[in-house]
């Protein structure tokens, strides 16, 4: 079985890192864009994460500079 460069580079995300964004119950948008990551999926400019866990990396919202004060 032949394997392109790419896939052979690919790797195991580090979780602490994953940050998604739940499309559909199946896989999330990875705002990451983590490429190397075995579970992406890379369409045109759109990265999506195919990880068991995808929910468990759902991004939440932090503001700790508010620019209208």
């Not at 690919?10 to 119950?25: A, D, F, G, I």
């Amino acid at each position: 079985m032949h394997r392109d460069s790419h896939e052979a580079t690919r790797s195991e995300p580090n979780e602490e890192e994953c940050r998604t964004e739940q499309l559909v119950p199946r896989f999330s948008h990875c705002l990451k864009r983590n490429s190397r990551c075995v579970y992406a999926v890379v369409s045109g400019s759109f990265y999506y994460c195919m990880h068991p866990n995808h929910l468990g990396f759902k991004h939440t919202s932090v503001i700790t500079d508010f620019p209208y004060e």
